[in-house]
């Protein structure tokens, strides 16, 4: 079995947490997300508001969609991406795709819909100072 990374962080309250090494989820479907952190539950509680800004139909996860999600990740650092029913590859399928992108975490795949989270490299909403405030 394998170990995911420690991680180090602060909650909404300011409070300062610490993730020890945790086993690695063995469902190859769940191998995609991102370990169970406080991050993770402030981020799903923060998307759920959220309207999706990519929709994926029936032309699957091409180049252009890859693009626009990598785009809408830096303009907003978590999306909401639905999958239509044309879509011709299982959500568990367009999820690992996205998420292979540089710095790309998948934080919820919930029926047709997925969560990405990317922080921003300059000015990150959840994380670091941001976070703090």
């Known amino acids: 079995m394998g170990r995911a990374d420690a991680a180090v962080g602060r909650d909404p309250r300011g409070q300062?947490?610490?993730l020890a090494a945790m086993l690695a989820p063995t469902s190859p479907r769940k191998q995609s997300l991102m370990p169970s952190t406080p991050l993770r539950r402030l981020l799903r509680a923060s998307g759920h508001a959220l309207q999706a800004i990519v929709q994926i139909g029936k032309?699957?996860?091409n180049p252009a969609v890859i693009a626009q999600v990598a785009?809408?990740?830096f303009d907003?650092?978590?999306?909401k991406v639905?999958?239509?029913?044309?879509c011709p590859e299982t959500r568990f399928e367009v999820a690992e795709?996205?998420?292979e992108g540089p710095g790309v975490n998948v934080v919820q795949i919930l029926g047709n819909t997925i969560l990405l989270y990317k922080r921003h490299p300059n000015h990150p909403h959840f994380?670091?100072?941001?976070a703090v405030r």
């Not at 907003?76 to 999306?79: K, Q, S, Y």
């Not at 994380?127 to 941001?130: I, K, T, V």
């Open 16 to 18: 300062v947490w610490q």
């Open 59 to 61: 032309g699957g996860t």
């Open 71 to 73: 785009r809408a990740l």
């Open 76 to 79: 907003h650092e978590l999306v």
């Open 82 to 86: 639905k999958l239509a029913r044309e």
């Open 97 to 99: 795709r996205l998420g």
């Open 127 to 130: 994380e670091g100072e941001a």
